[in-house]
């Protein structure tokens, strides 16, 4: 996680993010004070689920209001690989830190570190777990179509770390591609969140379900509203005495009791509250970037 002492929304972002919303009367240390202490609670109640957090400081030096994202410019694997990926916008390539990666590589076993971001020059972007939703059991990468998933890109993804691509077209609010496919698709181990009614194409819509249920996942089939409210945007995690699923509170209070039965046959739900980070157009998943790697020594 990235603890942002500069955070604003993104103006660079805003063209194709339906999901961001206008800070208002709200001044930018105010909203940047809000978020540094929505990041901190945050990270301490994860912590007290049982989740190790490695928090990471921006100070705002480098002009990145949308460092509180880690998991678009970098993401890891078992088997010790990490990838660094390319950014559409040009002030979130800033957030690329290489201290962040050495301190994993001295944490955990770091076999090989696969630098996709120079696709950039070419115009090729593929940013992170936001643009792919990844079924590590099933090995499949769902991917919503948008500027910020070039095909290309997903291929070479797709090929190095051994993925089947699955991408479809979506529709935001506005009649545009939706930005990130995990704004609308959460793969958990014992089910799936998706938000169907932003995939136009019903076929394909019915492609994606039953991919899912091929893996023996429940399906959960998300509402437009759930989705404008970040339902979609989760991430099961391992905690004290089993899994849990983070989610904004925002994104809690939007689930009807069916599906927190649902979910909570196979996870305990831990709702956090991030509305100012939340004006930024990410939410809980987007705060996170997942470690799949091997520790180089465990704790006592």
């Known amino acids: 996680m990235i603890r942002p002492h500069g955070f604003t929304p993104n103006p660079e972002t805003a063209a194709d993010n339906a999901f961001q919303t206008r800070a208002g009367k709200a001044s930018a240390e105010a909203l940047a004070r809000s978020a540094y202490r929505e990041v901190t609670a945050a990270a301490e109640r994860l912590q007290s689920e049982g989740v190790r957090v490695h928090l990471f400081e921006d100070r705002g030096e480098r002009d990145t209001p949308d460092s509180v994202f880690p998991n678009n410019w970098f993401s890891t694997h078992p088997g010790g690989h990490v990838a ?74 797709s090929t190095h770390f051994n993925f089947e691509p699955i991408a479809f077209d979506t529709c935001d609010p506005m009649g545009r591609p939706v930005y990130h496919t995990n704004v609308l698709m959460c793969v958990a181990t014992a089910f799936a969140m998706v938000g169907f009614d932003l995939i136009p194409d019903r076929r394909r819509a019915d492609e994606v379900r039953a991919r899912l249920e091929e893996s023996g996942r429940e399906v959960i089939a998300l509402s437009a509203e759930q989705i404008a409210n970040f339902a979609g945007n989760a991430i099961e995690l391992s905690g004290h005495g089993g899994r849990i699923l983070a989610l904004s509170q925002r994104a809690f209070d939007s689930l009807t009791a069916q599906q927190k039965a649902v979910i909570e046959r196979s996870a305990r739900l831990v709702p956090l509250a991030v509305p100012t980070v939340e004006m930024a157009g990410g939410s809980v998943r987007c705060m996170l970037a997942g470690i799949h790697l091997a520790p180089r020594h465990r704790d006592a």
Do not use: W
């Open 84 to 157: 660094l990926y390319p950014m559409y916008c040009e002030n979130r390539r800033r957030e690329r830190r290489p201290e962040i990666i050495e301190t994993l590589k001295a944490d955990y076993r770091v076999q090989e570190v696969i630098d996709y971001s120079g696709l950039e020059h070419d115009g090729l972007f593929l940013e992170g777990t936001g643009a792919m939703v990844l079924d590590h059991m099933a090995r499949v990468a769902y991917v919503a179509r948008s500027n910020r998933a070039d095909q290309v890109a997903l291929e070479r993804f």
